[in-house]
């Protein structure tokens, strides 16, 4: 099976630059995939690796190294709206096949 | 708008029911996946169906059971059977193409079992 490891939980402060990282044990990796959820709502998509390198979306990149099972969200110029859990999740094991970490509650502090 | 809607927000059901969640999206999409989310915890994959007429179970699956009739609706029933259903259902749907790998979110539908 696959599984995902993710910090719990991250404090940072407004404007600051904060990383969350996630590693994984899968086979038949397909990519690695970061999703943002706000208290009492649905996840939403955030960023898609699956290349090794770094993708850029606005003030949100996501890196991901293949070889060393690694990847992180980074997420630049906090605002307080950024209080949220991220989730990564791996496609593997199957295409359509996705498994998601247990999450990592960021909160962002003035 | 093309979106995922789940119904109802919110369910109580009596313990020993059966439960059907409903689930459609009108996206075009032909993968379909219902997910359960329990307090402080991620998401766990519950069923997912590539195509019409074919689903896979998940890592949880035992009490649960699907079917995928039509593309656009994907039902999820907990049965009796499932000995802890009072969690967040979540279901998405995704395109089955390579690429850019997003799964679409329905609202969720939060069931509570008495």
């Known amino acids: 099976g696959q599984s995902l490891e993710q910090p719990s939980e991250v404090t940072a402060v407004e404007g600051a630059i904060v990383q969350i990282n996630c590693t994984y044990q899968?086979?038949?990796?397909?990519?690695l995939s970061w999703y943002q959820q706000h208290d009492g709502g649905a996840p939403t998509f955030l960023s898609y690796n699956a290349l090794d390198g770094l993708e850029e979306t606005g003030r949100f990149s996501s890196f991901l190294s293949r070889s060393d099972s690694y990847g992180y969200l980074l997420l630049q110029e906090l605002q307080m709206k950024d209080s949220a859990s991220y989730f990564c999740a791996v496609r593997a094991g199957g295409y359509q096949k996705v498994t998601f970490g247990t999450g990592t509650k960021l909160q962002v502090i003035p | 708008d093309g979106g995922i809607t789940q119904s109802p927000k919110y369910l109580f059901r009596k313990e020993g029911q059966n439960v059907t969640l409903s689930c459609e999206q009108n996206?075009?999409?032909?993968?379909m996946y219902w997910y359960r989310q329990d307090p402080g915890q991620g998401l766990r994959l519950i069923y997912y169906s590539q195509i019409v007429n074919d689903f896979q179970k998940g890592d949880i699956a035992e009490g649960y059971s699907v079917s995928r009739e039509k593309k656009e609706s994907f039902p999820l029933t907990v049965t009796s059977a499932q000995k802890n259903p009072t969690a967040f259902y979540l279901c998405?749907?995704?395109?089955?193409?390579?690429?850019?790998?997003?799964?679409?979110f329905g609202p969720g539908t939060r069931l509570t079992v008495l």
């Open positions: 996206l075009n999409h032909d993968a």
């Open positions: 899968t086979s038949g990796f397909y990519g």
């Open positions: 998405a749907s995704s395109r089955t193409s390579g690429g850019s790998d997003t799964q679409y």
